[in-house]
Structure formats: structure tokens, C-alpha cells
Nanobody
């Protein structure tokens, strides 16, 4: 079982990026899946998450209204609009349940001012 992120890069402030997380389809129905980020010198923080089965999404206050989490059968996405320099971080995909807690390798997002 593994998670594979892609889609990071360098973008100017105000721009957009879409991150992807490829995962086994069974994870979506059995785990809470989410996007986290970690900037240099900071703790890893939750950006957005989705409940098993996709019934509910949750966003950090700092990204609400700008980021959107979605998914299809085997991939979870994070659409990031109106990016700000403070969004610069390594973004990680995570799948968590009582029996599992796995992370992707991370993808760098850099927003220039």
C-alpha cells in the first residue's frame, strides 16, 4: 500500500496548482485521507481531509475558500487557487485509520511573491 503525490512546482502569488495523490481505491472507503503541509521550521499541519466514503471534507482556516479537495476512484486531488507565499511548503498525502497511517513522499510547492 502506498501513496504517490505529484503536481507540485513553482508558481507566482495568485496562481494555481493541482496536487494529485494516487492510492489504492480501498483506502478511500476505509480511511480518513488528507493533505498536510510542512514549511521549514514549522510543524506539519493539516490542510484538508475527507472522511471515508467521501461524505465530508474539512479545511484549515488558512486555506478555506482557496483550496478544494476532491477525488475520483483512485486519486485524491488538492486544487489550490489564489496561492500565497505562506502556502510554500512540502505537501504530503496521508491515509489514516486505526489500523494504518501512511504517508506519501511529499511534493514541494513554492509560491513566489
Amino acid at each position: 500500500v502506498q501513496l504517490v503525490e505529484s503536481g507540485g512546482g513553482l508558481v507566482q502569488a495568485g496562481g494555481s496548482l493541482r496536487l494529485s495523490c494516487a492510492a489504492s481505491g480501498s483506502l478511500f472507503s476505509t480511511t480518513v485521507m488528507g493533505w498536510y503541509r510542512q514549511a521549514p521550521g514549522n510543524m506539519r499541519e493539516l490542510v484538508a481531509s475527507i472522511t471515508p466514503g467521501g461524505g465530508s471534507t474539512n479545511y484549515a482556516v488558512s486555506v478555506k475558500g482557496r483550496f478544494t479537495l476532491s477525488r475520483d476512484k483512485n486519486t485524491m486531488y488538492l486544487q489550490m487557487n489564489n496561492l500565497k507565499p505562506e502556502d510554500t511548503a512540502v505537501y504530503y498525502c496521508n491515509a489514516k485509520a486505526a489500523w494504518i497511517d501512511i504517508w506519501g513522499q511529499g511534493t514541494q510547492v513554492t509560491v513566489s511573491s
